[in-house]
C-alpha cells in the first residue's frame, strides 16, 4: 500500500471523520488487520481558519505550503488537504510541491459525472459558495449548479465556525439543515453538494429527498484509491 499525507486540523472534528473513512475502506479491501498508512499533520485551525482577506489568504497558502513539504519529505505519495475552504489556495500549495494533491471538487465532479448528475446545489461556507475557486472546478466536469444562497451561506459559516468546529452538534441546526435541503429538492436539481468537511455531522446524508453527495467521504475515498493503487 502507497503512504497517504493528510493536512488536518481544518478543523480536527473532519479531520477524525476523514481518519475512520480511510481506515474503514482500507479494512474492507484488504481485511484481517490490515489499517492505512498515513501521515496527519493537524494544523491551528485557529491560525487561518476564518481567512477572510488577500494578507490572511496568503498566510494561509504559507501554512499550507510548508505542511505540505514536510509530509512530502517524510514519504506521502499523495496529498489530502481536508478543508473544502482551504482549497481556495489549492494551486499555490500544489506548486510547492511536486507530489500530487487531490482536489476536492474535483473528486466530487468526476463522481457526478460518473453518475450523470449534470445540475446540482452547492451547500457550504460562505467562500465555497460564493467564490470561483470550487464553483469552476465542478462546472469543467460538466455540473450545472444554482446561484449561491447568500442567507444559507452566513447561516452555515454561523453553525461550522461556532459549532461544527468544536465538536457541538446542536438540534436547531439539524432541523434547519433538513428544512433547507428540503426547500432545495423543490428545486430544478439532481442533488446536493455538502461542501463542507463538518455538514455530514448535522446532515444525514442517506436519508434525504435529495441525493448528497458528501465532500468529505468522496475526498476520502479518492485518497484511499491512492492507497490502495487503484
Known amino acids: 500500500m502507497q503512504k497517504l499525507g493528510l493536512i488536518g486540523g481544518l478543523s480536527w472534528t473532519s479531520t477524525a471523520r476523514y481518519y475512520q473513512i480511510i481506515n474503514q475502506a482500507v479494512y474492507r479491501a484488504k481485511g484481517g488487520q490490515h489499517s492505512a498508512p498515513l501521515l496527519i499533520e493537524s494544523l491551528d485551525f485557529a491560525d487561518i481558519g476564518r481567512s477572510t482577506t488577500d494578507e490572511e489568504w496568503a498566510h494561509a497558502a504559507q501554512v499550507l505550503t510548508a505542511s ?27 506548486s510547492g510541491v511536486d507530489t500530487p494533491i487531490i482536489n476536492i471538487a474535483d473528486a466530487v465532479g468526476r463522481k ?44 452555515i459559516d454561523r453553525i461550522v465556525y461556532e459549532e461544527l468546529t468544536i465538536g457541538k452538534v446542536s438540534r436547531d441546526s439539524e432541523r434547519y439543515m433538513r428544512s433547507e435541503l428540503t426547500d432545495i429538492a423543490k428545486e430544478n436539481v439532481q442533488a446536493a453538494i455538502l461542501a463542507c468537511t463538518e455538514l455530514e455531522m448535522i446532515v444525514d446524508v442517506k436519508a434525504n429527498v435529495l441525493p448528497i453527495y458528501d465532500g468529505t467521504a468522496i475526498h476520502a475515498r479518492a485518497g484511499v484509491d491512492v492507497i490502495l493503487g487503484d
Open 68 to 94: 505540505a513539504r514536510r509530509l512530502e519529505q517524510a514519504g506521502a505519495q499523495a496529498l489530502l488537504i481536508c478543508a473544502n475552504s482551504m482549497h481556495r489556495v489549492y494551486d499555490e500549495v500544489q
Open 112 to 155: 457526478m459525472k460518473a453518475d450523470g448528475v449534470h445540475k446540482a446545489a452547492l451547500i457550504g461556507t460562505r467562500n465555497v459558495m460564493t467564490e470561483k475557486f470550487y464553483r469552476q472546478r465542478l462546472v469543467g466536469h460538466g455540473i450545472s449548479l444554482l446561484p449561491p444562497d447568500l442567507e444559507l451561506a452566513e447561516r
